[in-house]
């Protein structure tokens, strides 16, 4: 799987923004087909920096009421990556 496919975008909140200020981690929605490792490449390959761990975490969406019946959304795939010490990633 190629890195442009493996990462989606980048998730800004505001405990994500707390995590990359404090704790050099940085949160992706990325394809719910990639591994690990996968998340590990493309990173390394996109932002030119070292990957010290990956945390991953899979939503399941929400069933929602409507009028022809039950709808359910999308399941998203979110991966937490730590950078190694001294990197950084410029995503403002």
Known sequence: ??????????????????????????????????????????????????VAGVNTQTRKGKRRRVKTGWSEAKLTKLASVKLAEGDKIDLF
């Open 1 to 50: 799987m190629e890195a442009i496919h493996v990462i989606k975008k980048p998730v800004v909140t505001e405990k994500g923004t707390w995590g990359m200020n404090e704790q050099n981690r940085y949160v992706f929605q990325v394809d719910t087909r990639a591994t690990k490792t996968d998340i590990r490449k493309a990173i390394e390959d996109l932002y030119k920096v070292k």
